[in-house]
């Protein structure tokens, strides 16, 4: 399936070091959100864009910097990471901000040492 | 703060059984609820969502207990394919786009 992708899949970095996780919806949807999947915990919503607009910041440390710069596009940037920020990142969309389901990418393992 | 419960498992079943998780939450307002299936080092897929008192999908049958404040997901005559982890989901609030993801329940299915 190729509605939501994500990449890179698999992300390996040093704490000093600055990354970007890339995701983009091929499904026509407004809104989109960054998911954090921990092991052994829920899904943490990170944050939500509708229209390329933020409308939600779940108290996201400042180091989780996203950016949407159209709606099929969102970004979330790294940097200064700390190793408890290691789990899996999961991108998603929905059609409208109130409709509820989501579709998720493929996510990105990423391990920070 | 407004959470979603499930039993994590594992549940261990036999092909062909039929299997029941129930999904609580605490948010009374919520209108919809999700059910998401994810595979080992995969991402959640949605399987099947519930707007009014369920939702039936072949083997696969999702129920809503208001009264309660649980959902449940049915499945029958499991398959070995069916080995996943359903994780539940609710709107955060009312009319609230936020889900609430539940730590999902572990199913694997035996020969």
């Known amino acids: 399936e190729t509605g939501v992708t994500q990449t890179p899949r698999h992300l390996v970095m040093g704490m000093t070091n600055k990354k970007s996780l890339k995701c983009e919806q091929h499904l026509g949807h407004n809104a989109m959100y960054w998911y954090k999947q921990s092991a052994k915990k829920p899904l943490e919503l990170m944050f939500v864009?509708?229209?390329?607009?933020?409308?939600e910041n779940n108290s996201v440390p400042s180091r989780f910097s996203p950016e949407c710069p159209n709606s099929s596009h969102l970004f979330l940037h790294l940097h200064t990471l700390q190793p408890e920020d290691s789990a899996l990142y999961l991108c998603?969309?929905?059609?409208?901000?109130?409709?509820?389901?989501?579709?998720f990418g493929p996510g990105t393992r990423l391990t920070v040492t | 703060r407004k959470e979603v419960e499930q039993d994590p498992g594992p549940f261990n079943v036999p092909e062909g059984a039929t299997v029941a998780f129930n999904c609580t939450y605490s948010n009374s307002a919520s209108q919809s609820f999700f059910w998401y299936r994810q595979d080992c080092r995969k991402e959640p897929k949605l399987l099947m969502s519930?707007?009014?008192s369920g939702n039936e999908d072949g083997r696969f049958t999702a129920q809503l207990n208001r009264a309660s404040q649980y959902i449940s997901l049915l499945i029958r005559d499991s398959k070995l394919s069916d080995s996943a982890t359903y994780l539940c989901?609710?709107?955060?609030?009312?009319?609230?786009?936020?889900?609430?993801f539940g730590k999902g329940t572990k199913l694997s299915v035996i020969p």
């Open positions: 519930v707007y009014s």
């Open positions: 998603a969309s929905s059609q409208e901000l109130a409709l509820n389901e989501q579709y």
């Open positions: 864009y509708n229209f390329k607009e933020q409308t």
């Open positions: 989901a609710a709107p955060s609030g009312a009319g609230s786009y936020q889900l609430t």
